[in-house]
Nanobody
Framework: QVQLVESGGGLVQAGGSLRLSCLAS????????MGWFRQASGKEREFVSR????????SYADSIRGRFTISRDNANNTVYLQMNSLKPEDTAVYYC???????????????WGQGAQVTVSS
């Protein structure tokens, strides 16, 4: 069992930056692939980024590539999403999730955090 708690969301102006954190409790954090997803109001949840257990593999959605960076600190059971050059269209609830496989499909993730609101004003 893994519990995930996101933090770091908030309101920022376009062009600004935020860093989301996701603290995991439970055992064997490094055995999980970690992902970030987001869901804007009225839209479906979409993949943002993912990272392998050791951090050696990362991938990004086209919409955020070059602006967002995923990382993890396995000593502290935390995964991060550094978001730079934010745009109003990045406004959404951001979720971290844990999976047992390398996947960008939300239904393949076993554990989810409660979400963190990110609002980007124009």
């Amino acid at each position: 069992q893994v519990q995930l708690v996101e933090s770091g969301g908030g309101l920022v102006q376009a062009g600004g930056s935020l860093r989301l954190s996701c603290l995991a409790s439970g055992r064997a954090f490094t055995s999980y692939f970690m992902g970030w997803f987001r869901q804007a109001s009225g839209k479906e949840r979409e993949f943002v980024s993912r990272i392998s257990g050791g951090g050696g593999m990362r991938s990004y959605a086209d919409s955020i590539r070059g602006r967002f960076t995923i990382s993890r600190d396995n000593a502290n059971n935390t995964v991060y999403l550094q978001m730079n050059s934010l745009k109003p269209e990045d406004t959404a609830v951001y979720y971290c999730a844990a999976a047992r496989s390398w996947t960008s499909v939300a239904t393949n993730y076993d554990y989810w955090g409660q979400g963190a609101q990110v609002t980007v004003s124009s």
